[in-house]
Nanobody, 121 residues
């Protein structure tokens, strides 16, 4: 089975930084796109950032120039460096990955369990 495990969330003051990590494990043939989503209380889950296997990146307008997504393909890991955090960044952050279990299978979507990020003074 495949698991995505996030870490790095916590409480930080406005203007501070956090780095989220998501490691995929299990019987993995390959991983194409990886990404981060977030869900604030009372709101729908929204896309934060994605990165393809070729390291093409895209960001939500609300986090551009503040967040950076990166990946380590050898470790099946994706990171989210979050700088200049604002109270409105408070949410549960979820890792997502499109994973192929075998060469002859198409990619399937997997989610992590989520990690809480709280930005407050």
């Amino acid at each position: 089975q495949v698991q995505l495990v996030e870490s790095g969330g916590g409480l930080v003051q406005p203007g501070g930084s956090l780095r989220l990590t998501c490691a995929a494990s299990g019987s993995i043939f390959s991983i194409s796109a990886m990404g981060w989503y977030r869900q604030a209380p009372g709101k729908e889950r929204e896309l934060v950032a994605t990165i393809t296997s070729g390291e093409r990146r895209s960001y939500a307008d609300s986090v551009k120039d503040r967040f950076t997504i990166s990946r380590d393909n050898a470790k099946n890991t994706v990171y989210l460096q979050m700088n200049t955090l604002k109270p409105e960044d408070t949410a549960v952050y979820y890792c997502n990955a499109a994973i192929r279990l075998r060469s002859y299978l198409g990619p399937q979507n997997y989610w992590g369990q989520g990690t809480q990020v709280t930005v407050s003074s």
